[in-house]
């Protein structure tokens, strides 16, 4: 089990259990700092000769404090030359210093001051939240305690020892909520498909209303009635029922059109009659993330009372094998009128995405659309696992998203999107084939999406590397990472709240 995080901001004078300080080059402290580190006596300046450690990035310095003082260990942290950090930064070195608080220990002091001096209070806030992230993990089925469990304690007692702990714990408040919104994505992404099917998602999804975000749940009769042949086709052959959930948050002001999220929700992708391989399908139980971020930011949005007008919609499915499954040659009618004729059943995501983008345009009319999901391995393939896909018909939305990535860290690449590539989309017998062969399969995934937005503004981003399996970071140990909550709760408190 992992201990719960009881989080504080206090004074610089406020010392308990593991006391982490950050130094730049040549083992220079802030201010507040030095004074702390006097107390231990040149302990510090020994034991910094004795490991070769300068403060360069990336590395720390582990000491059991000398009596005198009353805490039981000091780490000091290496935050290499000194510049002004961005938030990035700043998210990073508390995810690292958070790594630093051993597993036994049941309270720590992070002293909030890099080299350069104090930390502003939203500075202060970023530390906690790459704290909040690393602290995170998904042990809920893990019912056999391990024998070093024994010695970890409930809960940790973590504080920000900084200048002004009342202003910190106010900006604590934004912050705060959106490492709730993280959290709640990357558990929705960790559920196994048998636990969080479609309806147990919207169930989940619809819990939001505790925070007044207002959720409607549609279901496949509502949806027939739509005219949403492409999302129904992907979940006919399912166990499960699929569902449309629309959440909305009112923040901003009366009849100023929202900005609108739209998830792929695919709770378990098998592939269909195009059946995957066996190596690696249990990682398709994630093929919702993109719907699991849309939901951690409407968390994120209403916890902090956000000043806009949001649209969170996520096509929920499941793509199964079955006697009733869509068949490879089917034609199916989206909600739009288009056509589409599925060559391959595992090109679903962006069939559920026809319909949902075509359906939000339509009924909300918003100022830009924003969709995301595990779109395609292609994207893989490009990418990696550091940056998510950017498609969008809008250079300011694009843009936007760009500088925001890179300010929460969470960061955007930019692909092309342009009609040469529409050709690879034709189909002999409906206005459109679902794949267009292996080359620039991201690509033309994002070409077919672009025919469901008309005009509104719009982006994609394609989170199949980001959003799962991603490799371990210093804000994320666990499988899901809740890529895109902070990203897009930047965008939006940047340019469109007032
Ligand atoms: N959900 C997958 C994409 C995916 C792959 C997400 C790996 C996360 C990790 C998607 O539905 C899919 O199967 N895409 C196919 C498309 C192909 C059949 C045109 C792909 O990428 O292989
Ligand atoms: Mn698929
Ligand atoms: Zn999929």
């Given at each position: ?313 996520i096509g929920l499915v499941e793509n199964m094998p079955d006697g009733k499954a869509q ?164 965008l939006v408190e940047d340019h469109y709240e007032r």
């Amino acid at each position: 089990m992992a201990a719960a995080l009881k989080l504080g901001f206090t004074p610089f004078t406020h010392r308990r259990g593991v006391l982490i300080l950050f130094c730049t080059e040549n083992l220079k402290f802030g201010p507040a700092t030095r004074r702390i580190a006097a107390q231990l006596g040149d302990t510090l300046r020994r034991a910094a000769a004795a490991e070769r450690f300068t403060g360069k990035t990336g590395s720390s310095l582990d000491v059991i404090a000398p009596s005198g003082i009353d805490v039981p260990r000091v780490v000091v942290i290496g935050t290499g030359k000194q510049t002004a950090p961005t938030s990035r930064d700043l998210i990073k070195l508390g995810g690292i210093a958070m790594g630093k608080v051993p597993k036994t220990a049941p309270a720590a002091t992070i002293v909030a001051e890099l080299g350069s001096g104090a930390l502003k209070p939203d500075q202060v806030a970023n530390l906690a939240l790459g704290a909040r992230l690393r602290a995170y993990s998904f042990d809920r089925y893990k019912t056999k305690r391990k024998e070093d469990d024994e010695q970890k304690p409930k809960t940790i007692d973590l504080n920000f020892a900084c200048a002004n702990p009342s202003a910190a714990a106010k900006a604590w408040k934004g912050r705060g909520a959106v490492a709730e919104g993280v959290v709640l994505a990357r558990d929705l992404v960790n559920e196994p498909g048998n636990v969080l099917f479609p309806g147990e998602f919207a169930r989940r999804a619809s819990t939001l209303s505790k925070l007044g975000v207002v959720a409607e749940v549609l279901d496949v009769a509502a949806m027939r009635k739509l005219g949403m042949g492409a999302l129904l086709g992907v979940g006919q052959g399912a166990g499960h029922e699929s569902k449309l959930v629309v959440m909305r948050w009112n923040g901003g002001k009366r009849g100023v059109a929202p900005v609108a999220f739209i998830g792929k929700g695919v709770c378990f992708d098998s592939g269909g009659l195009s059946i995957k391989p066996a190596q690696n399908m249990e990682d398709m139980k994630g093929d919702m993330a993109g719907a699991a971020c849309v939901v951690g930011l409407m968390h994120a949005l209403a916890a902090r009372r956000a000043k806009v007008n949001v649209v969170g919609a996520i096509g929920l499915v499941e793509n199964m094998p079955d006697g009733k499954a869509q068949r490879p040659g089917d034609i199916v009618t989206t909600m739009s009128g288009q056509t589409i004729e599925i060559i391959n059943t595992d090109a679903e995501g962006r069939l559920v995405l026809a319909d949902v983008l075509h359906y939000v345009n339509k009924r909300f009319k918003p100022k830009f659309m924003i969709n995301l999901a595990t779109l395609t391995g292609a994207i893989i393939v490009a990418l990696g696992q550091e940056f998510a896909g950017l498609f969008s018909n809008d250079d300011k939305l694009a843009e936007r998203l760009s500088k925001a990535g890179e300010a929460t860290g969470e960061r955007v690449w930019r692909m092309p999107l342009t009609p040469e590539y529409d050709k690879m989309i034709d189909s002999k017998f409906a206005d459109m084939k679902n794949t267009g062969g292996r080359s620039g399969g991201a690509i033309t995934a994002a070409q077919l999406l672009a025919r469901f937005v008309d005009k509104t503004p719009w982006a994609h981003l394609d989170i199949a590397g980001t959003g799962l399996g991603s490799p371990q970071s210093d804000t994320n140990k666990s499988w899901a990472s809740g890529w895109g909550v902070q990203l897009l709760e930047r965008l939006v408190e940047d340019h469109y709240e007032r």
